[in-house]
């Protein structure tokens, strides 16, 4: 799948708009059609990454032609770099949530068991 492809699946799946995506890129609406749908258009590679975090996944995702989805450790990655982003404060509510319900999973894990 070309990096033209997986632009467009993903920008699709997530319900945005070609005009949504540039602007949310800082690019143009037309930009991002030709990126779409011409595969011979070479975005930059800074384009490529604001793209990329804009679609909530890795640029290695995007730009490597032999990955045909997102895998687990690119979900960890674009997860963590999500996280990285958050505020001290807002890392600690999450951290405590997610301590929460890792119990609760670790003890259905059991239960099933």
Do not use: H
Not at 37 to 49: E, R, T, Y
Not at 93 to 100: G, H, I, K, V, Y
């Amino acid at each position: 799948m070309t990096l033209s492809e997986k632009i467009k699946k993903e920008r699709t799946k997530r319900k945005i708009t070609l005009e949504g995506l540039a602007k949310a890129v800082g690019s143009s609406k037309g930009y991002i059609w030709q990126i779409e749908n011409d595969p011979n258009i070479k975005p930059s590679a800074q384009l490529i990454a604001k793209i990329a975090k804009s679609l909530n996944v890795t640029i290695d995702y995007l730009v490597d032609s032999e990955k045909e989805k997102m895998g687990t450790p690119d979900n960890s990655l674009v997860f963590f770099r999500n996280f990285e982003e958050l505020n001290k404060e807002s890392q600690e509510t999450l951290l405590r949530q997610m301590e929460a319900l890792m119990g609760v999973l670790k003890e259905q894990d059991e239960a099933k068991s």
